[in-house]
């Protein structure tokens, strides 16, 4: 774990989806399913940046 962590102790500089408390952050904070949270980080790996402009994107033409 990083030394950049939120007020509620997450790491804000990886997405990580092994921990359910980690997912459920990771979902509220980018407004996306769980589902959509895995997918994106599987795409573009587990970078914050990467993972909300992939979202943008598949929000953009349709498909989330």
């Known amino acids: ?12 500089s990886t997405v990580q989806i092994a921990a359910g408390n980690q997912v459920r952050y990771w979902c509220d904070s980018l407004g996306c ?4 949270l895995r997918e994106s980080v599987q795409a573009v790996g587990n970078v914050p940046d990467r ?8 929000t953009q033409r349709g498909l989330f």
């Open 33 to 36: 399913t769980e589902a959509q």
């Open 1 to 12: 774990m990083s030394d950049y962590t939120t007020a509620t102790g997450h790491d804000a």
């Open 51 to 58: 993972v909300r402009d992939f979202l943008k994107t598949l």
